[in-house]
């Protein structure tokens, strides 16, 4: 890195601005920043970690629901609770897909904070921070407000590193691997889904995920 970036990266250690920053509040430095982001985005991963694992109990809860009213040959009854399942099972892929998401973004920013390579490796993060905002903004909107926030901080870093460093905004923003974090979350997603969620016994509609997969496509 440049002078110029590293001294930004690390903050500056002249005596002056130490004592500046002791009678004017010390800027914190873009390192600080990342630091900050991590701590931010991980009490929202534990937040959807948390969502998941309510939801997979509703739906156990649900699925045994199905087969009794199934053994009491009360149809009416274990199509209503199937089609709650459906509508369940929705919410928990959208749900686990953005907490895959968000565990790929802190591990690029856990090596971005030890190793200091910033635009070009934050920039796909601040694409995929916004993705998983839209995606959770109807299911958790106090999850979808921080993460908003963490992303324009990250949006920032990403503008300051790029003019210190001289990158070009295609090189800051190349949604080929942003995508590609994405769609590797989706596949562990639909895996999990499969583990998690064993299959209705009953027959209900067919497009239980046809809304959602859409979207990060």
Request: charged share 30%; aromatic share 4%.
């Amino acid at each position: 890195m440049s002078r110029r970036i590293i001294k930004s990266w690390n903050g500056s250690d002249s005596i002056f601005t130490r004592f500046s920053e002791k009678i004017r509040g010390r800027k914190p430095s873009l390192r600080e920043k990342v630091s900050q982001a991590i701590y931010r985005l991980k009490v929202q991963r534990t937040k959807l970690e948390n969502a998941a694992a309510r939801i997979e109990n509703h739906d156990k809860s649900l699925f045994e629901k199905i087969v009794k009213a199934q053994m009491a040959k009360d149809s009416a009854r274990a199509i209503m609770y199937a089609n709650e399942c459906v509508e369940l099972r929705k919410i928990a892929k959208t749900t686990l897909r953005c907490q895959l998401a968000l565990e790929k973004v802190l591990l690029r920013l856990e090596t971005i904070k030890d190793f200091g390579d910033v635009a070009s490796l934050m920039a796909p993060v601040v694409d995929v921070v916004q993705t998983i905002k839209t995606e959770i903004s109807g299911i958790m909107p106090e999850v979808a407000f921080e993460l908003s926030e963490v992303g324009e901080v990250l949006g920032d870093i990403v503008t300051e590193m790029g003019e210190a460093s001289g990158l070009s905004e295609e090189d800051l923003h190349p949604s080929s691997e942003a995508m590609k974090i994405i769609e590797e979350a989706n596949a562990v997603a639909e895996q999990k889904m499969k583990e998690k969620f064993p299959e209705l016994p009953i027959q209900v509609s067919p497009t239980i995920d046809e809304s959602l997969t859409t979207k990060l496509k």
